[in-house]
């Protein structure tokens, strides 16, 4: 089965950056989508970034407006394994990062349409 684990939260300055690595098991990686989203205590998931195949080796990255141009979303086939620089951190960027992977590549991000998930990895940006 799919097996999803994060690492690299931790707590952080305001305006201070972390990387998170999500390695992955029991998929074909590079044919998934793999994504990010967060959850703050008593709110729902978010999407926060993913990225996707689209013909042949093309790659595109979505991004949830809130951390568009501070976070960037990668990934490396040959380590089976996709990484969330998170730059410029703010306080209300505090949450748990959960890693996401489903095996289409279509344009929306409901928690839902994603059937694998890690366990989660708390980011705390202090202010």
């Known amino acids: 089965q799919v097996q999803l684990v994060e690492s690299g939260g931790g707590l952080v300055q305001a305006g201070g950056s972390l990387r998170l690595a999500c390695a992955s098991s029991?998929?074909?990686?590079?044919?998934?989508?793999m994504a990010w989203f967060r959850q703050t205590p008593g709110k729902e998931r978010r999407f926060v970034a993913a990225?996707?195949?689209?013909?042949?080796?093309?790659?595109?990255?979505d991004y949830a407006d809130s951390v568009q141009g501070r976070f960037t979303i990668s990934r490396d086939n040959t380590k089976n394994t996709v990484y969330l620089q998170m730059n410029s951190l703010k306080p209300e960027d505090t949450a748990v990062y959960y890693c996401a992977a489903r095996p289409n590549s279509a344009t929306y991000y409901q928690v839902e349409s994603f059937g694998s998930w890690g366990q989660g990895t708390q980011v705390t940006v202090s202010s």
């Open positions: 029991g998929l074909t990686f590079s044919s998934y989508t």
């Open positions: 990225i996707r195949r689209s013909g042949g080796a093309t790659t595109y990255a």
